[in-house]
């Protein structure tokens, strides 16, 4: 039976807004004042709250304001029973929560007419509520899977550490790697654009396909990047995958040469600290699945011992700024490089930041 709450201190007017709404089958309960109601409403969680504006105390206004700052009752209609016709006097209990108004004294028909609408109401937005609930249980579950699916941090003479946060639930940046044999170390990044659902199965397809490559169920030769990354063109073209493609960052560091072979997708530069300096590598390039035929270059570095690298989203640096303006790559390789313990250090200088954007960074270490 669906719960209706009366608030007025007049007992009369309780008496025969309550006697009209019972007639109807409603579940009528009745406060005396604006404190006890509250309490009331609370505890029995009504679908609708008839609320007089002037009582002592503490008025109308005042009741419906904690009522709609309380989850739990924040969807309950509310009604404000008034002698106010004037529209500042309207438009401040619109301001404060208030869903209708009905004239003091209240009409019969009216109000049956007025309660009628509100309970529909409040029943099309529990089921909302209890749709989103829902979904973002789902969303929740699909991100969990996603995170699943990041690599375990390496260590021995390449220890690796990440960081991964989505802007929202899912986003649509991802990173992997991994030993493709004894010899030859394989690592990217990828961003793709947007965000949701749709960017996070673009992502987790992009990551199957390149470790099914691992295992030669596919025919690429993960050691080559510009290779991978013609066949990742040709594979993901943007119209079979909602107009939605992807950068990338992927490189491959083979250990007996010390030397790191590259290439890059209208990613963002990697970035290569070592006693020697700070080197970005990256080169100008198109997205993949942008158009159907792109050509890749694939460039290799010397990597000396030690050295750090780092591969990241561009939501890494595009971090708006409280005075304007965004982080930016510059100080992002300012932080990287002057310090040992570059991510760390990155992530402390943006735990307060607002993001934005997916954010994914890893952090190679070589000794």
């Not at 170390?185 to 659902?197: A, C, E, F, M, R």
């Not at 510009?226 to 083979?254: C, R, S």
Request: contains cysteine.
């Amino acid at each position: 039976m669906t719960r209706i709450l009366i608030i007025d201190d007049d007992p009369s007017a309780r008496l025969i807004i309550s006697r009209s709404l019972a007639r109807e089958g409603y579940e009528v309960m009745q406060a005396e004042n604006g404190k006890q109601g509250l309490a009331l409403a609370r505890q029995v969680i009504p679908a609708l709250i008839i609320c007089d504006w002037n009582m002592p105390k503490m008025n109308g206004l005042e009741v419906c304001r904690q009522v709609k700052s309380d989850p739990e009752l924040m969807h309950t209609h509310f009604i404000l029973l008034t002698a106010r016709d004037e529209v500042s006097d309207l438009v401040k209990g619109l301001e404060n929560g208030a869903d209708d108004f009905l004239s003091k004294p209240a009409n019969p028909s009216e109000l049956r007419a007025r309660v009628r609408a509100g309970i529909r109401l409040n029943k099309a937005n529990r089921e909302l509520q209890r749709q989103k609930r829902i979904l973002e249980e789902e969303l929740a579950q699909a991100a969990r899977y996603v995170r699943s699916l990041l690599p375990a941090e390496l260590e021995g003479e390449v220890k690796t550490r990440s960081y991964f946060l989505p802007s929202i639930q899912l986003g649509g940046d991802c990173f992997d790697y991994f030993w493709l044999d004894t010899e030859h170390l394989v690592v990217y990044v990828l961003d793709v654009s947007g965000h949701g659902v749709g960017a996070a199965l673009l992502s987790v397809s992009v990551q199957n396909l390149l470790r099914s490559a691992r295992s030669d169920a596919i025919a690429i030769d993960l050691t080559q990047p510009q290779a991978v990354l013609t066949k990742l063109n040709e594979a993901f073209p943007m119209e079979n995958h909602q107009d939605m493609y992807f950068t990338i960052w992927y490189g491959v560091y083979d250990r007996r040469q010390r030397q790191l072979s590259y290439a890059s997708a209208g990613h963002p530069a990697a970035i290569l600290v070592n006693a020697q300096g700070t080197q970005h590598l990256g080169m100008p390039s198109l997205p993949i699945g942008l158009v159907p035929v792109a050509e890749y270059t694939s460039a290799a570095v010397a990597v000396p011992i030690p050295s750090r690298l780092y591969i990241f989203s561009d939501g890494a640096y595009e971090i708006p700024q409280p005075e304007g303006g965004i982080w930016g790559i510059e100080e992002l390789t300012k932080t990287l490089s002057s310090n040992s313990h570059g991510l760390g250090a990155m992530l402390q200088q943006v735990k307060d930041m607002k993001l934005e954007d997916d954010l994914a960074i890893v952090e190679l270490y070589f000794t």
